[in-house]
């Protein structure tokens, strides 16, 4: 009984043994292993492939956005949300006039940088640099305010003039009431038309003023004693070539009325008014202390 035993286990190794060396058989298993993998590496595409597109529409999300926020307004889409934020840039090299996506009316200056933004609570401006009319659409819920680095300008519905000069942030008001605040916090005044404020860091000026709109809408710069740098900082917007000092005193203060289509005459009379010379140059026109000798 024993060796009839050990002879079937042996017959039954011999025979599971020839099943597994045979050579149909491992070649029906290579197959299969070959199926299971090329279908391994079609999931791994698969996955690649869809993470590939989420990414790719991610960028394109970008690339909508960006572009959405160099149209011009009245091509922009709609805010279907009051949680979305909008977003406009403008530069301009003339003056133009633009329309903000609150329904605020802006006339930009030559050579002026504006950005502005809103959500459902407020309404916020940056003046980068230049000058700008503001005609704001009044909206009680949510507050309209200006940052010009040197002044922050608030107001619910108003319309207004903003010029940021070389030192200073300069507001006249020419309908309504506007709140302005220096840098530092530490003054704040509340204008009302025909006033206008001289914004330093820390300090605030109230002027009066008497026009009906403002001066570079009707081609005219008007300087009250500000610096001579500061004078030619203001003329060089509207001047194809540069207005520059050659060893000139940088107290010398300018006051007056200047036609910003004639930078020429405009930088003769300031020589004129303080014993300057004037020198034109194909990429300049040069102020300079009068030669003593």
């Known amino acids: 009984m024993n060796f009839s035993h050990q002879h079937d286990y042996e017959s039954d190794n011999a025979l599971e043994k020839a099943i597994w060396d045979d050579p149909a058989l491992l070649a029906a298993l290579e197959l299969v292993d070959a199926q299971q993998n090329e279908q391994l590496e079609q999931a791994k595409k698969r996955r690649r492939l869809a993470q590939y597109s989420w990414g790719g529409g991610a960028v394109a999300a970008c690339f909508a956005i960006f572009m959405w926020t160099l149209m011009p307004v009245n091509e922009q889409p709609p805010i279907s949300s009051s949680d979305l934020v909008a977003v406009q840039q403008f530069t301009s090299g003339k003056a133009q006039q633009v329309n903000l996506s609150d329904g605020t009316q802006v006339a930009m200056n030559v050579n002026t940088q504006l950005e502005f933004s809103e959500n459902s609570h407020a309404r916020k401006a940056t003046l980068a640099n230049g000058e700008a009319y503001f005609s704001v659409h009044r909206d009680e819920s949510r507050p309209f305010t200006i940052d010009t680095g040197n002044a922050t300008i608030e107001v619910l519905g108003t319309a207004f003039n903003v010029d940021k000069t070389l030192r200073e942030t300069l507001v006249d ?58 004078a030619l900082f203001q003329l060089n917007r509207y001047s194809e070539k540069p207005v520059v000092l050659s060893n000139v005193p940088s107290d010398i203060h300018v006051s007056g009325r200047f036609a910003v289509d004639d930078i020429l005459g405009a930088a003769k009379l300031i020589a004129q008014l303080n014993e300057l010379d004037v020198n034109q140059y194909p990429d300049s026109i040069e102020l300079s202390k009068k030669d003593e000798n």
């Open 173 to 230: 008001v020419f309908h309504g009431k506007v709140s302005v605040t220096s840098l530092d916090g530490t003054q704040h005044v509340e204008l009302v038309k025909g006033q206008r404020a001289r914004v330093s860091d820390s300090t605030i000026q109230v002027l009066q003023f008497n026009a009906s709109q403002p001066d570079w809408q009707q081609g005219w710069l008007d300087l009250d004693n500000v610096s001579i740098n500061d």
